[in-house]
């Protein structure tokens, strides 16, 4: 079975600092993964997806298949950046896409 | 184009009762979703769609009911609701499947006292 682990509920970064939110995932193939924001008062959305290799929003994530890490990184946090992200696998032979359990990012002023 | 839309935005229900959560697209997508979103559980699959006429279960489809009888509209149904379907139900689509861009609703707040 797939999995996706988000090991941090809450964050909180000063504004500027860098932050880093992990993804960890168990899965034996070979799997999509994506990272989802829900800003406040907002519907959730895709925000980044490994294949792409983009950085959006000065976000990026690298796919550690090793470490079976899809780690989301910003170099300096900005107060917008404040929402709930998501990590979510897919695989085409569980005909799912799996989220973690999401992590609360707060950038403090 | 409005995209996901979802009725009602909130909902109290007692035990026992049933009711019909509403989602449509118009983005012509064949693959539609339920999620329900829960405190510390993040987002888990209820049933999905990959085209009219074709429902499968997801991981917590118990209580739960679906149709698709056109390429816009899938329905949730709860037929007996019970408190531990107390959750935020998320809709979503897509245009080919799971390892494309999700869009989703704006989502239904639904309560059973």
């Known amino acids: 079975a797939q999995r996706v682990t988000q090991p941090e509920k809450l964050l909180s970064v000063f504004k500027g600092a860098p932050v880093e939110l992990k993804c960890n995932y168990s899965y034996s193939g070979s799997p999509e993964l994506f990272w989802y924001v829900q800003y406040s008062r907002q519907r959730l959305q895709l925000l980044l997806r490994?294949?792409s290799r983009e950085s959006i929003k000065g976000f990026t994530a690298d796919l550690n298949k090793g470490e079976t890490s899809f780690h989301l990184k910003k170099p300096f946090a900005q107060e917008e950046d404040s929402a709930m992200y998501y990590c979510a696998l897919s695989s085409g032979s569980a005909r799912q896409l799996t989220f973690g359990s999401g992590t609360q990012l707060t950038v403090l002023p | 184009n409005a995209g996901v839309t979802q009725t009602p935005k909130f909902q109290v229900l007692k035990t026992g009762q049933s009711m019909t959560l509403q989602c449509a697209q118009d983005?012509?997508?064949?693959?539609m979703s339920w999620y329900r979103q829960d405190p510390g559980m993040g987002l888990r699959l209820i049933h999905y769609?990959?085209?009219?006429?074709?429902?499968d279960q997801g991981e917590v489809p118990n209580g739960y009911n679906v149709s698709r009888s056109t390429t816009e509209d899938f329905p949730l149904r709860l037929l007996s609701a019970a408190p531990s379907q107390t959750s935020v139900y998320f809709c979503?689509?897509?245009?080919?499947?799971?390892?494309?861009?999700?869009?989703f609703g704006p989502g239904t707040r639904l309560t059973v006292l």
């Open positions: 979503a689509s897509s245009y080919s499947g799971w390892g494309d861009t999700q869009y």
């Open positions: 490994h294949i």
């Open positions: 983005m012509n997508h064949e693959y």
């Open positions: 769609s990959v085209g009219a006429g074709i429902t």
